[in-house]
């Protein structure tokens, strides 16, 4: 089914929101993601205050730095929803992340008992939602959003408009960031994803001509395994074939954190769905040389490897015999226009591999996807060194 006709069914039913309430946190996400528009919004009205926690910890973030435009725009999206589901998110969105952002976008006078100074009382304020607290905004394109946001938080939970205001007044400093940052991170650890420095590790090269396949795989059921993406089980490939033989629950738990870590890695949960797509395809294709340089084929070899040995060893394999055709690329270049996207294809950080030696001859790039393509650019490579 694809994944607009999955959201139409849920935005149709009757049931939509229990529908839409029974995915896991990331499925949603991702069926946002991929859908955008009015159709979209719809759906983050039906989310849980936990899918929408998980939404906001996936898009208001760069690596390390909060983005203020991003969280307006969430809040936005939010607010598009009832009042009712406001208030239901309201309580679990979280304090020091909103006072975080709210000190970025306010200048706070006054509270309960106070008495301004009189640098406050000349300073030209923009409203107050209370007569108690006097607010300007610092940012005016900003000022509509935010000034809705706090009318339904002073409304509907003053207690904790009062203290976050409270809060702003005071000082906000890096400090504040990095908290947040961590404990955006512990929440997405408990769904199965990883903090970035951790995620890069799948990255790390390690030795093929002394790679052993491990026989004592350990895994413990942590997050709850779903649904793999269509492209996976067609019996295709090789890795498909082995799957097949071998599918589990534990499997597909390790197999959705793997690509998890990959997403992570590769900030690809931050951008379009495309970039999505291709970093999921760079697992498989990754896994999938891996089996076949370790298992030549015999697919019963290839169950085994599959339940003995962990999923990232095997993708830090696939990495490695890829990033050695790299160090041999980054000592070539070549004036000829097909040589030339070869080269540079395999000389970015990523190597990719190019699709003008396929037999379509497309001029354009592609994840490698199988040990034929690895042997096929490295005897390219072997001609050019001459």
Not at 169 to 191: Q, T
Not at 320 to 340: E, H, P, R, V
Not at 350 to 376: C, H, K, N, S, T
Request: include cysteine; hydrophobic fraction near 40%.
């Amino acid at each position: 089914m694809l994944p607009g006709e999955k959201m139409a069914l849920i935005l149709e039913d009757p049931d939509g929101k229990k529908l839409a309430r029974a995915m896991q946190p990331h499925e949603l996400y991702w069926l946002f993601k991929e859908n955008g528009g009015p159709e979209a919004m719809e759906l983050l009205g039906l989310a849980s205050p936990e899918q929408c926690v998980f939404i906001l910890d996936m898009e208001l973030w760069s690596r390390w730095s909060f983005s203020e435009d991003k969280a307006v725009e969430y809040l936005g999206y939010i607010m598009l929803g009832s009042e009712d589901h406001f208030l239901e998110v309201l309580p679990h969105l979280d304090f020091n992340l909103l006072s975080l952002f709210l000190g970025r976008e306010l200048i706070v006078a006054g509270g309960i008992g106070d008495i301004n100074t009189d640098e406050e009382r000349q300073t030209d304020w923009d409203h107050t939602f209370d007569d108690v607290f006097l607010i300007k905004f610092r940012n005016p394109k900003h000022a509509t959003i935010i000034g809705t946001f706090l009318e339904l938080v002073c409304r509907l939970d003053n207690p904790l408009y009062a203290a976050l205001m409270e809060s702003v007044s005071g000082e906000i400093d890096i400090e504040s960031e990095e908290e947040c940052y961590h404990i955006k991170s512990g929440r997405l650890a408990d769904l199965g994803f990883p903090p970035h420095d951790e995620a890069l590790e799948i990255y790390s090269r390690i030795s093929s001509a002394t790679f052993t396949p491990g026989h004592n795989k350990m895994l413990l059921q942590s997050v709850e395994a779903t649904t793999l993406p269509g492209i996976l089980l067609t019996g295709k490939t090789f890795l498909e074939r082995v799957i097949l033989r071998a599918d589990s629950e534990l499997f597909r738990m390790e197999l959705n954190y793997l690509i998890n870590t990959a997403l992570v890695a590769d900030e690809a949960h931050l951008a379009d769905m495309e970039q999505m797509r291709s970093v999921v395809e760079r697992v498989y294709g990754y896994l999938n040389i891996a089996l076949e340089y370790l298992s030549q084929g015999d697919e019963s070899k290839g169950a085994e490897i599959i339940a003995g040995e962990y999923l990232k060893r095997l993708f830090q394999l696939g990495f490695s015999l890829i990033l050695d055709l790299k160090y041999s690329a980054d000592k070539l270049s070549s004036a000829d226009y097909a040589t030339g996207k070869v080269l540079s294809g395999l000389k970015t950080a990523r190597p990719r591999f190019y699709r003008g030696l396929d037999p379509d001859g497309i001029d354009g790039y592609r994840e490698f996807l199988e040990l034929q393509d690895v042997a096929m650019v490295s005897a390219f490579l072997k001609r050019l060194e001459g």
